[in-house]
């Protein structure tokens, strides 16, 4: 199919350390004359600027579409590019988390990505920002579409071997994440939700979820979902190791009732309430306001940002256009798979 001047125009934010760039090049100029769409403008990341600003260039273009090759940096600051504009957000996941594209049910492998990118179908999700307050008074605005919080969370990523991530990709993380267990409820902090009166407790981590699952697939916000207008938030606050047991088996246990209502197709709520234990606590809101009795290191979407003393967190609903596959057809009841041969009268 043979572009147009009016055909819709795609440009790519990408990583040149995490792909093969003649390759990229080669699948997406080949994609995008297959589907009508005028020929591909390339955009490279650099360490100073991980994709909001080639990102904001293609936008102010009139670029229909942008596709974000890289891992979950790349695809966060893409993202915050993009909120509330009109142009669409392609996830091409070519990293080692890939937290967007998991929590998403998007291709994990880039042919597929781009592929979906092209012949997909756009939806909304959520996009929350974290405004972060150092310990010398300075403040910093932050995006994330997945998850931000302290804790156990950025100490995963602090402990997580960059050689060893290289290697085995995400599964590195649970070697990190082993690391981060240690601590109790050392963390003691106040916080208040909503602007309802403040409360202060300890904490072994405190996590703030617009998605539900951390890095291999572990299931912490159950009942997230990214375009339901809120954040889920989870407290741990484990006694030894025997309250980091009970969190797994509460995991567990919320995982199953998860799968019960799907299969009794009811929407209901596992988490929060009287599914909550004094190990592993449960909220919702659209604002989170927190301070810090010690300096703590705070990660957003995989990426460790700095040591914070206080930090508030706020969403805005639907404010960013995904791309995702279109789904197959839906079947009736009794209605014959596509193909299959139909017994003569």
């Given at each position: 199919m043979r572009p147009n001047d009016s055909a819709?125009?795609?440009?790519v934010v990408f990583?040149?350390?995490?792909?093969?760039?003649?390759e990229l090049q080669n699948l997406v100029a080949t994609a995008a004359t297959d589907h009508g769409w005028q020929p591909p403008t390339f955009l490279e990341t650099s360490v100073e600027d991980p994709g909001f600003g080639p990102a904001q260039q293609a936008a102010e273009e009139g670029h229909t579409m942008v596709l974000a090759v890289g891992g979950d940096g790349t695809i966060r600051a893409v993202a915050a590019a993009l909120r509330g504009t009109d142009v669409t957000l392609a996830v091409?996941?070519?990293g080692t988390g890939n937290l967007l594209a998991r929590n998403l049910k998007l291709p994990l492998e880039i042919p597929a990505a781009v592929e979906a990118a092209f012949s997909g179908r756009d939806t909304r999700i959520d996009v929350c920002t974290a405004l972060l307050t150092r310990p010398d008074g300075e403040s910093e605005e932050l995006d994330f579409v997945v998850m931000a919080g302290i804790g156990v969370d950025a100490g995963m990523i602090i402990n997580t071997d960059d050689d060893l991530k290289k290697r085995v990709k995400f599964l590195a993380y649970t070697v990190g994440i082993?690391?981060?267990?240690?601590?109790?409820?050392?963390i003691r902090l106040t916080w208040q939700l909503n602007g309802t009166p403040a409360r202060r407790t300890r904490v072994h981590s405190l996590i703030i979820g617009n998605c539900g699952e951390l890095v291999g697939n572990i299931p912490l916000f159950p009942d997230a979902v990214a375009n339901d207008g809120h954040f889920d938030i989870v407290a741990l606050r484990p006694k030894g190791l025997p309250g980091w047991f009970q969190i797994v088996g509460q995991l567990a246990l919320h995982m199953g009732r998860k799968v019960r209502n799907r299969l009794a197709r009811r929407d209901g709520q596992v988490t929060g309430g009287d599914h909550d234990t004094d190990t592993?606590?449960?909220?919702?809101?659209?604002?989170?306001?927190?301070?810090?009795?010690?300096?703590?290191?705070?990660e957003v979407d995989g990426d460790e940002v700095s040591e914070v003393s206080a930090f508030t967190v706020t969403i805005e609903p639907e404010c960013l256009i995904i791309r995702e596959p279109v789904p197959p057809p839906v079947e009736e009841p009794g209605e014959p798979r596509p193909g299959t041969e139909v017994f003569p009268s």
């Open positions: 819709p125009r795609v440009a990583n040149p350390t995490k792909v093969d760039v003649r091409i996941p070519a082993a690391k981060s267990l240690t601590g109790g409820r050392r592993l606590r449960y909220a919702t809101a659209t604002r989170l306001d927190v301070s810090l009795a010690q300096p703590e290191i705070f």
